[in-house]
Each structure stands twice: as C-alpha cells, then as structure tokens.
C-alpha cells in the first residue's frame, strides 16, 4: 500500500516572506530616528514627556472602541501647554530650562488645568446632546400625531386600520 | 258557473260601486263599472256594460281577473278580426279599474243579443230536430272553428256554457271568449280529453286543434240531447271516460239520431290521431259518410287492483288513482304490489320490469344516494303506466307546456310553489319524456328549456329562483311586485315610469326594487344585467346599492323616460351607502351636496356616473392606500421613538463624545494658531 502524500505535505517547512527582513529593518530605521530626534530634541521631550502626562494617562483609562476621551483630553492639554512649549522653543532650549518650566506651579496648573477641561468637556457633552436629542423626538413626535390626525380628518378613521 | 275545476275558480271582484261614471278605453269605448253584466259574465271575469262612442255594433266589456295569467296573444290574434261564428274581439286595453283602483286588463266583445245558449251544464232543454240542429248549430260552430284556425287561435274554451246566439231570434250561435284565463282553465272535466282533464286546470297547456275538436263533440252532444252527457261527474266521470272510452261514458243511454252517431265517434274518440279534424267534419256535413271509427279500448286486467276502496282494471286507470291518493301511493309500488299486478293480471311484463327498476333505484338511494325519492319513484311508476298523462308529483299534474302558468297561477293566487320547484328539481320533467313511447325532436328543446329553468331554481337569490321562472315562462303575466301592481306592468318600457310612480306612495326608506322587480328585469330585458344583478346581490351594502342605481340607470339608458324625477328622489335617498363607499371625506361632502342637484334632474344614468366615477374611485382608492401607509408609517415612527431610548441614549453618548472631541481638538489648534501669530508679530 502506499504511503499517503498529506504526512509529508504536513512535514514541509512554510514557505518563507521576503517582506517579513524589509519590515523589521524599517521599524529598527524608525526607532533610530525617533531615538536619534529624541536626543536632537531632549528638553522639549523631557517636556512634553510630564505637560501631556493626562492625555495618556486619558489614553490608558479610556476602554473604548473610539478613543474619543484621550483627544478631548489631548486637545486641551496640548493648548494649555503650547505657550510654554513656545517659550522653550524660542528661550534657552535646555533641560534645565524644561525642568524650569515643570516646576513652575503656574505652568503646572495652566497645563492640567487644560487638561482637565478637556475632561470636563468629555463628560458634560454627551448629556447635553442626549437632553436635545429627546427634545428634538417630541418634536417629531407631536409633528407625526399632527399628521396622523389630519389624515383621520380626510380619510376618516379606517385609515388607522391595519387590515381591509 | 260550470262544474269541475272552473267550479272552483273564484271570481274575486267585487262588484262595482253604483253610479255611471264610466271609464274611456282607447278614446272610443265608454265602459261603466257601475252596470255589471251577471249573465255575460266568465267564470273569472266580469262582464260590464260599455259603447261604442262611435256608433256601431252593441258592445260590453270583459274585465279580466288580475290574479289570472292572460292568454295576450290569442287576444291580439282575435282583436278586430270579422268573426261570424265566434264571439267578436273588438278591441282591449289596460286601464284603471275604479273598482279595484289598479290597472288591469279590459276586453271588448260584440255583445250577443241573443244571450247564452245555456247558462248551466245542469240545465235541460227540448232538442233541435236533426235538420235545424245541423242548419242553426252544427254548421255555424263548424264555420267558427274554420274561422279560429284560420287565424292560428287554438280555443281551449269550448263548451256548452261558452255558446252565445248574436241575434235575438237566437239562430246564430258563436263560440264565447277564451282570452279570461290560461288555456282551458275554466273547462268542466266533462269538455276535456282523459290527458287533459286528468292535469290541474291550470296545467292543463296551450293544447292543440284536437282538444278543441274534442270539446267541440261533447259541446254538440250536449246541446244534440238537450241535457247533460253522461251519468257520473267529476272524477267518477273521468275514471268511466278511462274505463268505457269517452264516447261510451258520455253517450251511454241517451238517445239521438243514427245519423249523427259517425260524427260524434269521430270527435270524441280518445285517441288523438285518430280523432275528426275539421276538415273530417266539413266532409261529413258535405255528406261523405264514412265508416264509423271503433275506438282502442284500454287493455283491461284479468284481475282487478284494489287501491284506496276502488278496483282498478287499467295501467292509465292506476296512475291517475296513484295520483289522486298520493300519500297512500307510495305503500303498493315500493312493496312491489303494482309491479306483481302489471306482471300476472295485465300482462305488462316490459312495464313490470320497468317498475321494478325505479323500486329498485330508489331503494339504491336510501343507501347509497342517487337523488331518488319515494315520491320520485311513484312519479316515475306515473308516468310508465300512462306516458300520454300529465306529469304528476305530489298534488301537481301538469303537462310541461303549462309550466308557466302553473307558477302563475299558484304565484298570483297565493298557493304554494314549493311542489312544482321539486318536482322540477328533482328532475322529474326528464322523467316524462324519457316515458313517452315516441320520440318528438321537439323534446330535445323541451329538455334544454327544462334544465334551463332548474338553473334559476337552483339559485335562491333575488333575480333568479321562482320569480325568474314565472317570466321566463310566462310571456304575457305583469309584474307581480307590490309596488306596481296596480300599474300593470307587462312591458319592460313600462317598469321605470311605474316605479317612478310608485314614489310618491312608497316609503322613501324602503328599496325600489324586490325579487319579482329583478326577477323580471332579468327575464324581460334584453341587455346583459348579470354583473348589476350580483353587485345587488351582494351582501355590501354599499355594492348593492350601487347594483340596483347601475340596474335602474341602464334601464333608463336603454330605454327611457329621459326624466324620473320620483325614482330619483327615492334612489337618491339610498345612495348614502355609496357615498359612504369613498374614504375621503372632502370627496363625500362633494356628493353629497351634488346628489340633490342631480335628482332634480331626474337622470340616474348621470346619478350613477356622478356615484361611481371610474377615475375618481381609483384616485380615491389609490389615495386612502397611500393614506394608510403613511399613518402606519407615522405609527411606527412614533412607537420607535417612545420606546427606543437606549439607543438614542447610546447615540447620544457617541454624538456627544465626538462632538467633545471634535471641539477639543479645534480649541487646540486655534490657540496653537494665536501663539504663532502672536509670536511672529
């Protein structure tokens, strides 16, 4: 009897991706970069490393699938923090200088506060839309009664029959 | 009034109310229902004194009974033809009775100065010498029948009581009129043949020149001796005239001339083919003698058959006595006594065999169920002992050219129907003629017509059942509904101007139209009515009523008046449920307020194309659809939004959220824009 072929088949090794050498050496070129930027640019990272420290403390918390909470939060935090990123960018750019930054209550404040609007937003908002969604169906609801009552009116009371 | 059926016919109007206000038929005659005419009068009609305005002969009048059938068109054969030995028909009309305050059907005869030859079968008088009896009675009756033949008019209303002398001298005899009642309705057993008299007066058919020829001999046999012929009456007489033959039971010890023995034999021998036509009696008047006939006697039994307390000796003798003693009938044929009978006493072995057969049928049926009943059965036994007898079920015994007026007699006078509707269904009709030993290619008409008219039985709603057969089978009745009984409604042009004057004595509530109203439509006008007919059918009110305006309106297109303003005013009181039949309402208010306009114009065609507007209905139907779709629609919007507040609060959420975002983000942008400006500047 012979052998069956499918044992054989199941032994052969899978067939190798030429793609799969190209990706992971463009992914070590874009850690090399962003790490070679981070360097080029160390005090404004370290900066925005502690400024944007709601937005991804947003990012870790929200379980959506949208991911609207951590751009509310983002939005505003980076506004509350863009003033004093500026002043860096256009004042000594130094880690001194960023650590300066941080450790001014003022700034701290601006920044989270910012942040905290963001939050604040992120929660009022869906209520608010639900209150005038809700008005908007009574609205809509009177109109179609409205309109129920007027076609009584001309086709009489059958019409609000479901059968003959 | 003669014996036998026409005995029992009742003359029910009552006499006229005094005074000579008389009544104007066609401009010419002055009729007086005041100055009733006794010894002028038919059985079912009454005679009343008239003139002629334009001078003329004396003249009276025949009003003719409303709960009769007419024989209209032996009428219109007789009218204005120069008779000498029959009563002249002048003229007739429809008119208003004042007596009876409804229409009806006035007659005018020359009026016969002579009086009646005799006013009763029981009245005896000193006979002619053969020489006068030949010059003053034979040969005028003789000429009269030449004259009625000649014009196609078969009589049916000969008899000793229906002679009259036109002159006062009393020497020229002339037949009376035949046009008060169906063919031979008023004939005394004693005038008609054995087939004949055996059937209901009614049903006793148009009947042909023989049967006039046969009244004709005992009418000259009557008036030959002086008295009445024959000693027995009624049934006694017909069961002698079946036993003996009619010329030996009516004959039978009276005395006359030799001479006229031939002519006498010649007329009332029982076979019709062998019977003297008019011409046999011309030759024997113009003195050809011939041998005398010997008439086929009845195969007699060698023993008799005892039924109901009488002996019976013949099968024509048994069928008429089944007939006669019907619930008693049903014992000796199903028991297999008649069938014994046939077989061993007469000799009718085919026949037995036959009566064996139908027995055995109907004892099939009871288990099986083949539509055969006993009173079928006895029926059928009725006809296999006598094929030449009328059609017998139950008490009805009819020949089938009388259907018709056996429905009108029973329908007019109010008798039941119920027996002639079974036995019509119950197919006894094809039953006679597969009995007749001869097979007449008239039949296969006969049979078609039969079945015909079973069809409309069948059908129990209005415009067809009973009332349908009675028009169809009855050219020259009216239309018997209440509400234009009293107009006499014989043509179908008639009908609408009738109704129209029934308006205004009629219930506005009431509906213009009853089953003898459709009944007759259906039967009389000769435009396809059957959809209008099912729409009035229907159980809807809104369909029927639009059944019956669509029936009027097409009548009235068809044939007129142009303008009803009674009919219209009532139908306009009906169509509520038709306008109620549009669903929207600014289409109904419109009706409404276009109805009464319309009825005023007194046009149903227009009322009915203003009532059922083809486009509107369908704008009408087409918008209620969508009508009905939008408030379902608006239904279930409605419910969708009372009851689905988790996903609007769920997509609220989401709105929400996106919005923040949305706004987070810009907020972000503008200020990051405001810097650089500020930074730049």
């Given at each position: 009897?012979?052998?069956?072929?499918?044992?054989?088949?199941?032994?052969?090794?899978?067939?190798?991706?030429?793609?799969?050498?190209?990706?992971?050496?463009?992914?070590?070129?874009?850690?090399?970069?962003?790490?070679?930027?981070?360097?080029?640019?160390?005090?404004?990272?370290?900066?925005?490393?502690?400024?944007?420290?709601?937005?991804?403390?947003?990012?870790?918390?929200?379980?959506?699938?949208?991911?609207?909470?951590?751009?509310?939060?983002?939005?505003?935090?980076?506004?509350?923090?863009s003033p004093f990123l500026l002043n860096l960018w256009t004042g000594r750019h130094?880690?001194?200088?960023?650590?300066?930054?941080?450790?001014?209550?003022?700034?701290?404040?601006?920044?989270?506060?910012?942040?905290?609007?963001?939050?604040?937003?992120?929660?009022?908002?869906?209520?608010?839309?639900?209150?005038?969604?809700?008005?908007?169906?009574?609205?809509?609801?009177?109109?179609?009664?409205?309109?129920?009552?007027?076609?009584?009116?001309?086709?009489?009371?059958?019409?609000?029959?479901?059968?003959? | 009034?003669?014996?036998?059926?026409?005995?029992?016919?009742?003359?029910?109007?009552?006499?006229?109310?005094?005074?000579?206000?008389?009544?104007?038929?066609?401009?010419?005659?002055?009729?007086?229902?005041?100055?009733?005419?006794?010894?002028?009068?038919?059985?079912?009609?009454?005679?009343?004194?008239?003139?002629?305005?334009?001078?003329?002969?004396?003249?009276?009048?025949?009003?003719?009974?409303?709960?009769?059938?007419?024989?209209?068109?032996?009428?219109?054969?007789?009218?204005?033809?120069p008779f000498n030995a029959v009563l002249p028909l002048v003229d007739y009309d429809?008119?208003?009775?004042?007596?009876?305050?409804?229409?009806?059907?006035?007659?005018?005869?020359?009026?016969?100065?002579?009086?009646?030859?005799?006013?009763?079968?029981?009245?005896?008088?000193?006979?002619?010498?053969?020489?006068?009896?030949?010059?003053?009675?034979?040969?005028?009756?003789?000429?009269?029948?030449?004259?009625?033949?000649?014009?196609?008019?078969?009589?049916?209303?000969?008899?000793?009581?229906?002679?009259?002398?036109?002159?006062?001298?009393?020497?020229?005899?002339?037949?009376?009129?035949?046009?008060?009642?169906?063919?031979?309705?008023?004939?005394?057993?004693?005038?008609?043949?054995?087939?004949?008299?055996?059937?209901?007066?009614?049903?006793?058919?148009?009947?042909?020149?023989?049967?006039?020829?046969?009244?004709?001999?005992?009418?000259?046999?009557?008036?030959?001796?002086?008295?009445?012929?024959?000693?027995?009456?009624?049934?006694?007489?017909?069961?002698?005239?079946?036993?003996?033959?009619?010329?030996?039971?009516?004959?039978?010890?009276?005395?006359?001339?030799?001479?006229?023995?031939?002519?006498?034999?010649?007329?009332?021998?029982?076979?019709?083919?062998?019977?003297?036509?008019?011409?046999?009696?011309?030759?024997?008047?113009?003195?050809?003698?011939?041998?005398?006939?010997?008439?086929?006697?009845?195969?007699?039994?060698?023993?008799?058959?005892?039924?109901?307390?009488?002996?019976?000796?013949?099968?024509?003798?048994?069928?008429?006595?089944?007939?006669?003693?019907?619930?008693?009938?049903?014992?000796?044929?199903?028991?297999?006594?008649?069938?014994?009978?046939?077989?061993?006493?007469?000799?009718?072995?085919?026949?037995?065999?036959?009566?064996?057969?139908?027995?055995?049928?109907?004892?099939?049926?009871?288990?099986?169920?083949?539509?055969?009943?006993?009173?079928?059965?006895?029926?059928?036994?009725?006809?296999?002992?006598?094929?030449?007898?009328?059609?017998?079920?139950?008490?009805?015994?009819?020949?089938?050219?009388?259907?018709?007026?056996?429905?009108?007699?029973?329908?007019?006078?109010?008798?039941?129907?119920?027996?002639?509707?079974?036995?019509?269904?119950?197919?006894?009709?094809?039953?006679?003629?597969?009995?007749?030993?001869?097979?007449?290619?008239?039949?296969?008409?006969?049979?078609?017509?039969?079945?015909?008219?079973?069809?409309?039985?069948?059908?129990?709603?209005?415009?067809?059942?009973?009332?349908?057969?009675?028009?169809?089978?009855?050219?020259?009745?009216?239309?018997?509904?209440?509400?234009?009984?009293?107009?006499?409604?014989?043509?179908?042009?008639?009908?609408?101007?009738?109704?129209?004057?029934?308006?205004?004595?009629?219930?506005?509530?009431?509906?213009?139209?009853?089953?003898?109203?459709?009944?007759?439509?259906?039967?009389?006008?000769?435009?396809?009515?059957?959809?209008?007919?099912?729409?009035?059918?229907?159980?809807?009110?809104?369909?029927?009523?639009?059944?019956?305006?669509?029936?009027?309106?097409?009548?009235?297109?068809?044939?007129?008046?142009?303008?009803?303003?009674?009919?219209?005013?009532?139908?306009?009181?009906?169509?509520?449920?038709?306008?109620?039949?549009?669903?929207?309402?600014?289409?109904?208010?419109?009706l409404e307020r276009e109805v009464p306009k319309l009825v005023r114009k007194g046009?149903?065609?227009?009322?009915?194309?203003?009532?059922?507007?083809?486009?509107?209905?369908?704008?009408?139907?087409?918008?209620?659809?969508?009508?009905?779709?939008?408030?379902?629609?608006?239904?279930?919007?409605?419910?969708?939004?009372?009851?689905?507040?988790?996903?609007?609060?769920?997509?609220?959420?989401?709105?929400?959220?996106?919005?923040?975002?949305?706004?987070?983000?810009?907020?972000?942008?503008?200020?990051?824009?405001?810097?650089?400006?500020?930074?730049?500047?």
């Open positions: 009897m012979a052998k069956k072929p499918a044992a054989r088949r199941t032994a052969a090794p899978p067939p190798a991706r030429p793609q799969a050498k190209g990706g992971t050496m463009s992914r070590i070129l874009v850690v090399s970069l962003v790490i070679f930027i981070g360097l080029m640019f160390l005090p404004t990272v370290v900066f925005l490393l502690f400024a944007l420290l709601p937005t991804a403390a947003a990012y870790v918390v929200d379980r959506s699938s949208e991911k609207y909470e951590w751009i509310c939060v983002g939005g505003l935090n980076f506004a509350g923090t130094t880690i001194e200088a960023a650590v300066s930054q941080l450790t001014d209550v003022f700034n701290l404040v601006a920044m989270y506060g910012a942040a905290g609007l963001g939050w604040m937003l992120f929660i009022v908002l869906p209520p608010v839309v639900g209150v005038f969604m809700q008005f908007s169906a009574q609205r809509r609801i009177a109109t179609l009664k409205a309109t129920q009552i007027q076609l009584v009116q001309v086709w009489g009371p059958e019409v609000a029959k479901l059968k003959g | 009034m003669a014996e036998g059926a026409a005995v029992q016919a009742v003359n029910q109007m009552p006499p006229a109310p005094g005074g000579d206000g008389g009544v104007l038929l066609r401009e010419r005659f002055m009729v007086y229902p005041g100055r009733p005419l006794p010894e002028l009068n038919s059985p079912n009609a009454m005679a009343y004194a008239a003139e002629d305005r334009r001078g003329g002969r004396p003249v009276f009048a025949l009003a003719l009974s409303p709960d009769l059938p007419v024989r209209l068109n032996t009428i219109q054969a007789m009218k204005g033809q429809f008119v208003l009775w004042p007596p009876l305050q409804r229409q009806i059907v006035l007659v005018i005869f020359e009026r016969p100065a002579g009086g009646r030859v005799v006013s009763s079968l029981e009245d005896t008088f000193t006979p002619m010498s053969d020489n006068d009896y030949q010059k003053i009675i034979l040969k005028p009756l003789t000429q009269g029948l030449e004259e009625m033949k000649g014009r196609g008019v078969v009589h049916r209303g000969i008899r000793p009581t229906n002679l009259f002398f036109m002159d006062a001298e009393r020497t020229r005899p002339v037949f009376g009129e035949c046009v008060s009642a169906p063919p031979a309705y008023d004939q005394p057993i004693i005038c008609e043949t054995i087939e004949s008299a055996m059937a209901r007066p009614e049903g006793r058919g148009p009947g042909t020149y023989a049967d006039d020829m046969y009244a004709f001999g005992v009418t000259l046999l009557f008036l030959l001796i002086g008295h009445r012929p024959g000693s027995a009456k009624g049934n006694e007489l017909l069961r002698a005239k079946i036993t003996a033959g009619s010329f030996a039971a009516l004959t039978g010890e009276a005395r006359f001339s030799l001479g006229m023995i031939e002519v006498l034999r010649g007329l009332l021998i029982d076979t019709p083919e062998m019977r003297w036509d008019l011409d046999g009696v011309k030759m024997w008047l113009a003195g050809r003698r011939l041998s005398p006939l010997l008439a086929k006697p009845e195969k007699r039994a060698q023993r008799p058959f005892r039924f109901c307390g009488a002996e019976v000796v013949s099968r024509r003798e048994l069928a008429h006595m089944l007939a006669a003693n019907w619930e008693q009938a049903a014992g000796p044929v199903m028991d297999g006594q008649v069938e014994v009978w046939l077989r061993r006493s007469l000799d009718e072995k085919a026949l037995a065999e036959a009566v064996a057969d139908q027995v055995r049928a109907a004892s099939f049926s009871a288990s099986g169920g083949n539509g055969q009943t006993t009173d079928t059965v006895v029926a059928r036994v009725c006809m296999l002992l006598d094929p030449h007898g009328p059609l017998r079920y139950k008490s009805a015994s009819f020949f089938l050219d009388a259907l018709g007026p056996m429905l009108a007699v029973a329908t007019m006078r109010q008798k039941d129907v119920r027996i002639i509707a079974e036995c019509i269904l119950r197919e006894v009709p094809e039953g006679w003629l597969e009995a007749q030993p001869a097979f007449d290619p008239a039949f296969v008409q006969t049979m078609a017509h039969v079945k015909t008219i079973r069809g409309y039985l069948r059908q129990s709603q209005p415009g067809f059942g009973v009332e349908r057969c009675l028009y169809e089978l009855n050219e020259s009745l009216p239309c018997l509904s209440p509400l234009v009984l009293s107009d006499y409604v014989l043509d179908i042009e008639d009908l609408l101007p009738a109704l129209d004057a029934a308006a205004k004595r009629m219930d506005g509530k009431s509906w213009p139209a009853d089953r003898h109203i459709i009944a007759f439509v259906a039967a009389r006008f000769n435009f396809d009515v059957d959809k209008q007919i099912n729409a009035l059918n229907s159980t809807q009110a809104d369909t029927s009523a639009l059944g019956l305006l669509s029936l009027l309106a097409v009548l009235q297109w068809r044939l007129g008046p142009e303008v009803l303003h009674g009919l219209s005013g009532w139908i306009g009181g009906l169509v509520g449920p038709i306008i109620s039949s549009y669903h929207n309402r600014d289409v109904r208010r419109r046009s149903l065609p227009d009322l009915y194309n203003t009532l059922d507007d083809v486009e509107e209905r369908q704008k009408d139907l087409d918008g209620f659809a969508w009508a009905k779709a939008e408030y379902a629609g608006a239904d279930q919007e409605i419910l969708d939004l009372e009851n689905d507040t988790t996903t609007r609060d769920a997509q609220a959420q989401r709105v929400g959220q996106q919005t923040a975002a949305i706004m987070s983000v810009m907020i972000g942008l503008i200020t990051i824009c405001v810097l650089l400006a500020m930074q730049l500047w």
